[in-house]
């Protein structure tokens, strides 16, 4: 319902910090031109959901959480960009199914996930008017252009080689403006696109079972600077 809608528009800012925040720059870091070698295990799971047809024909993107980066492909699973994202700051694949209506006073460090999963996306407003794009608003959880929330550093941290300091939200995906025009709003806002969040705690397969075995997560704990 429109309510129902209207009071996940505003759990979502406070969730990703938007409410008082002032607008960030742009980011530096640009998407990668050309699918980079070390992205072979997304390239893979891209590779399965093509021969299964997961995504029913519509523009894809995998998120991989312990690399922190989204990998954006056409509806053919064509390789288009990859950029650094800023998740959740806990580690984990489920978030508690209330955290969307919470006050954030009682949203706990462990409960602060980026829900692993397939979504359907839709085209959104917050409640200042800017278009987010909706993973799943029961949850309050969106893709959005990263700001600048005083003593956060959120810019910056998009752009440092490593990623641990990628762990910061309360679960949206944070990602340079620049990326969010050019690949995210027209092909998962202004139309419908799916995304899937790999898990980080348990098998791919767990959650696709159409994948071939990719490990517990893609990129590994470790995982190598982007």
């Not at 893979?44 to 492909?73: E, I, N, Q, Y």
């Not at 679960?171 to 050019?182: A, D, I, W």
Request: aromatic share 6%; hydrophobic share 45%.
């Amino acid at each position: 319902s429109a309510s129902i809608r209207l009071i996940a528009a505003c759990a979502a800012l406070l969730a990703c910090g938007l409410v008082g925040a002032a607008q960030g720059g742009v980011a530096t870091a640009a998407a990668s031109p050309v699918a980079p070698s070390s992205d072979a295990m997304v390239q893979g799971f891209a590779a399965d959901v093509v021969r299964a047809g997961d995504a029913a024909g519509m523009a894809f993107a995998v998120l991989d959480k312990p690399s922190a980066t989204v990998t954006v492909f056409d509806a053919r699973g064509q390789f288009l960009a990859r950029s650094a994202v800023l998740l959740g700051q806990a580690v984990g694949d489920v978030a508690p199914p209330d955290i969307g209506t919470r006050p954030l006073s009682r949203v706990k460090l462990n409960e602060k996930v980026t829900s692993a999963g397939r979504f359907v996306t839709e085209g959104g407003r917050n409640h200042t008017g800017e278009d987010i794009v909706w993973l799943d608003y029961h949850q309050a959880l969106s893709m959005h252009r990263v700001r600048n929330v005083k003593g956060e550093n959120r810019p910056q941290r998009l752009i440092t080689p490593g990623v641990a300091d990628n762990r910061i939200s309360f679960g949206c995906v944070n990602m340079q403006p620049s990326f969010y025009e050019r690949y995210i709003d027209p092909m998962f806002g202004k139309q419908k696109g799916v995304v899937y969040v790999l898990p980080e705690t348990q098998p791919v397969a767990s959650l696709f079972p159409f994948a071939q075995d990719h490990g517990t997560a893609l990129a590994g704990a470790a995982a190598a600077p982007r």
